[in-house]
């Protein structure tokens, strides 16, 4: 689980505008037989970002060198399917520490969070602007501060507050770790268990 | 009091506490594991130097990644033996009861999970699979989790989740015949769309749902999750005890009779608020097949597909670029496209039912030359049924090839990949791409429709077999 602290990032950003990006195209199964949590960047989007020779799909915004930053702005509903959180570690060691979309699947959304990412929702329309403006402006720069939950367009002045569970944003703030705050609960879980063995 | 429904009963009994402005603190009565979400949890604990805390409320199983043929074999993929043999050291260092490959009992972890009698009424699951939500057909909480959240419930037996919204879903009104507990599911998802249950946990109702059984009913739950559900749940009734008490053992649990009086009142009260509340008519719903990459891409078997998304926007690019990679045209008829594969298994469709439906269409019919079919049971139970059921053999002489359990083509992990650029119709429960293998295609269909397809070799409407042997009483 991660320690991963995130406090403000200011970046220029990755268009991915493609709507319902499920599980299997962040990080296809076949890649999901290793049993650490590192090196799957590089097979992040593999069946998009390469064709079957090997070789680069140079229309892929990841091959595209006009392109890059720690953010990818992407359509909605993205991340829905599986519930593999080798799709967080795929994104986060390629480099990416936010995702902007507009509607995030649940499961992946938990487990962004659990792994230092930030998964940050704003509306169709100023989803609609930045993509557009990303794709004609790639050095376009958004900041994201978590501390105040403001999500800025620098360029434009567009800013808009984004919501977060407060027990996740003090753990992102602070680098905590939702097990060792578990663990440090443990007698209340027995008391748990032992009040419901009782009742039964 | 306030009123409750069946989903806020059994959550509410989990709270070991709620944290303020933040998630509950949730206990688990039951963690299933499975060999390709499990490592890196481990490798957690022993970071950590902790302990399994409970390691007897988790069992284990291998399935994902597991080849269908030769299992008595050491698996050829390195990585995949590598992951196989590293959950039977981690179940043996912990104590974790395994069901692992060539175990007697061994099976997708959502086909074997009711069998062993673990998945009971009134309890909360979760593993590291969304398909969790299968066993919420027994009226439990069942949801599908990420490997952080493996270790955290090995290290604690808790998990930190902020609890859902509700949603009912009613099915009322009559059946038509030829149309399943896939269809239904199918046919909910293509009308609220892959996302239109996220962030909810729905509960399903309505007297269709009461008809169903119990594999039934796990269907339908095992795919809450294609419509963003964090998972569905019924009632428990006379179907789900007729199950559990023909069960050969459940464990912990020493005097079933009463058990079930106890599992008698679980059920949402009547006044119970939803946040939510949706009702479908049976009677409209026809077979399903599935035309582009999400499973709210779905329409009836005889409809064609629709010229524009569910936003009514014709240039969609996502739109455009689904049918594209499925090699479709909006507008276009289904109904006698050509098939190559066709997928008879996985955790939503490999029950014995499914096998019973599916030898009920061949009923005498022989494979079609240009299929090539993977007939995969979910599970060594379910295979054993089969057998003693003489289905195997009916199968055979069709001229299909039975395989070992497993979750095989449904994520095409082992080597039961469908080939670029091939159509397949499945079913399993999700037609992303990519996902049966590089460049597959697949349509979503019930058992009903993928052996209607497997005899004719294209797409057809299985009500054509299914209603014969009526047209001619008539
Ligand atoms: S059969 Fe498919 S959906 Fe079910 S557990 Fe296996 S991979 Fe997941």
Known sequence: MAKVKFDILESTCVPLPFENVDTDQIIPARFLSATSRLGFGDNLFCDWRYAKTGEKNSEFVLNNPDFSGKVLVTGKNFGSGSSREHAVWAIFDYGFRAVVSSFFADIFMNNALNNGLLPIVISDDLLKKLTTLVQNKPNTKVKIDLEKQTFTILSTGDSVKFAINPYKKDCLLKGLDDIDFLLNMKNLITGYENNKSLAK | ?474
């Open chain 2, 1 to 474: 009091m306030k009123s409750k429904t069946l989903f806020d009963k059994i959550w509410d009994s989990h709270v070991v506490r709620s944290i303020e402005n933040g998630p509950d603190v949730l206990y688990i009565d039951r963690h299933y594991i499975h060999e390709v979400t499990s490592p890196q949890a481990f490798n957690g604990l022993k970071e950590r130097g902790i302990p399994v805390f409970r390691p007897g409320k988790t069992i284990a199983t291998a399935d994902h990644n597991i080849p269908t043929k030769n299992q008595h074999l050491p698996i050829k993929d390195e990585l995949s033996r590598n992951q196989v043999e590293k959950l039977t050291e981690n179940c043996q260092k912990y104590g974790i009861e395994l069901y692992g490959l060539n175990h007697p009992k061994n099976g997708i972890v959502h086909v074997i999970g009711p069998e062993l009698g673990y998945t009971l009424p009134g309890i909360t699951i979760v593993c590291g699979d969304s398909h969790t939500s299968t066993h919420g057909a027994f009226g439990t909480i069942a949801f599908g989790i990420g490997t952080s959240e493996v270790e955290m419930v090995l290290a604690t037996q808790c998990i930190l989740q902020p609890k859902p919204r509700k949603m009912r879903i009613t099915v009322d009104g009559e059946l038509q015949k030829g149309v399943t507990s896939k269809d239904i599911i199918m046919y909910i998802i293509s009308e609220i769309s892959a996302s239109g249950a996220t962030g909810y946990f729905v509960e399903y109702c309505g007297s269709v749902i009461r008809s169903l059984s119990m594999e039934g009913r796990m269907t339908i739950c095992n795919m809450s999750i294609e419509m963003g559900a964090r998972g569905g749940l019924i009632t428990p009734d006379e179907t789900t005890f007729e199950y559990l008490r023909k069960l050969p053992a459940i464990p912990g649990i020493d005097d079933l009779k009463s058990s079930i009086n106890e599992w008698r009142k679980l059920r949402s009260d009547s006044d119970a608020v939803f946040d939510r509340d949706l009702k479908f008519d049976a009677g409209l719903i026809k077979p399903m097949i599935t035309y582009g990459t999400n499973p709210g891409m779905g329409m009836a078997i005889d409809d064609s597909i629709p010229l524009s998304d569910e936003n009514g926007n014709k240039a969609s690019s996502s739109f455009l670029k689904s049918l594209d990679y499925m090699g479709f045209k909006p507008g276009m008829k289904l109904l006698g496209h050509p098939v190559d594969y066709v997928f008879l298994g996985s955790c939503t469709n490999g029950r014995i039912e499914d096998f019973r439906a599916f030898a009920q269409v061949i009923n005498g019919r022989k494979k079609a030359d240009n299929i090539t079919a993977l007939i995969v049971p979910g599970s060594k139970k379910v295979e054993e049924q089969m057998a003693a059921e003489g289905l195997t053999e009916l199968y055979k002489s069709a001229g299909f090839e039975v395989r070992q359990p497993g979750c095989s083509s449904c994520l095409a992990m082992n080597e039961d990949k469908i080939p670029q650029g091939k159509y397949a119709v499945s079913t399993s429960n999700r037609n992303f791409e990519g996902r049966q293998g590089p460049g597959a295609r697949t349509l979503l269909a019930s058992p009903f429709t993928a052996a209607a397809a497997a005899i004719t070799g294209r797409i057809t409407d299985p009500r054509v077999f299914i209603n014969k042997e009526q047209k001619v009483k008539k």
